[in-house]
């Protein structure tokens, strides 16, 4: 329910703020840089628990990193269309924004927790459970990725770059996509029963987009070959 809500509360407000977002985007990354401030705020003050299960919830798809997640899986998604319409248009104009702002709010995520779980990985190992153990590894490794990708991101950098390069380094999304759904999974496989229905959904957003993937890539490959096949026979001819 969390994913699904994340999924429909992003793609609605990027959809709606798509000019204002590509317009005024340096406002657009301090706004969501309060926001990070405020759910750490909200935390380390300890208002949290003070919050009716409505404001926990919302809460929670900030500070646990639904939002973040919500927001990789639409850019991820718009890489994996063969055929754009007015809807993919509009997001893929944004694809940079929107890739920042999600790296932003996964900030928020590592924080709250990594007070927590990255102290302990490093002092206290032996006291967390193995899937958290292994959860906790993989947002590191989580972070690394993110890093490059993030500061990439920045058109003002991106210009700097050679255009291979920086397609080249962009690869990092994918593997960096991937770990994101080892580590819910590992969160999740401590109380399957509860989250039978997050990781379903999970799994089928995940899976399809493999299969979209694989699609555009075995597409590609055949426009590739027609197009030397043409190639060839117009030196024959």
Known sequence: MNLITGL?????????TSDLLKKYSLAFYVGFYAVILLMIGVNALGYYQNLSPVGKFYIDLFQRGVISTSIFIIVMFIGVFTKHNKLSRTYFTIRGEMSIIACLMALTHNIIFGVVYF?????????????VKIAAII??????????????????????MKAKSWKKLQRLAYPFFILIYIHV???????VDKNKFSIIVYTLVYVSYVVLRLRKYIISKMKLSENMAMAKAKVKA
């Open 8 to 16: 429909l509360v992003s793609g609605i407000f990027f959809y709606l």
């Open 139 to 160: 947002s590191l490794i989580l972070i690394c990725l993110m890093i490059p990708l993030f500061v990439t991101s920045f058109k003002c950098v991106r210009k700097k």
């Open 185 to 191: 999974m590992l969160l999740f496989s401590m109380n």
């Open 119 to 131: 102290v302990n990985l490093f002092k206290n190992p032996s006291f967390m459970p193995v899937q």
